[in-house]
């Protein structure tokens, strides 16, 4: 069973950087990250597609980056220039849905979920 592992969440001032890590159980996985601030729904931040690609939700562009160390089984999520409405639950994720199932769309294929980790950023 795939188990995902988030850590590196804290508080930080806005215009501050975070670095998030996820450790998972088996390699060669389609991983990323979402998040759920309070009261809304969760809603996909970044993540790697089965080519090799990378999507970012339009929020996050030009600050978040996403990236992966295979040999250690370890995704991240770079964040900078972060601002208060940041401020969520970040899980990591990882596919479930296969990319050759096309019918698809790309965040609605990740279905295993990590335990999250507090993301807070203040003005």
């Known amino acids: 069973q795939v188990q995902l592992v988030e850590s590196g969440g804290g508080s930080v001032q806005a215009g501050g950087s975070l670095t998030l890590s996820c450790r998972a159980s088996i390699s060669h996985l389609c991983m990323g990250w979402f998040r759920q601030a309070p009261g809304k729904e969760r809603e996909g931040v970044a993540g790697?597609?089965?080519?090799?690609?990378?999507t970012y939700a339009d929020s996050v562009k030009g600050r978040f980056t996403i990236s992966k160390d295979n040999a250690k089984n370890t995704l991240y999520l770079q964040m900078n220039s972060l601002k208060p409405e940041d401020t969520a639950i970040y899980y990591c994720?990882?596919?479930?849905?296969?990319?050759?199932?096309?019918?698809?769309?790309?965040?609605?294929?990740?279905?295993?979920w990590g335990q999250g980790t507090q993301v807070t950023v203040s003005s």
């Open positions: 994720a990882a596919v479930k849905i296969p990319s050759s199932i096309y019918d698809v769309s790309f965040w609605l294929r990740f279905g295993y």
């Open positions: 790697f597609d089965s080519d090799g690609s990378t």
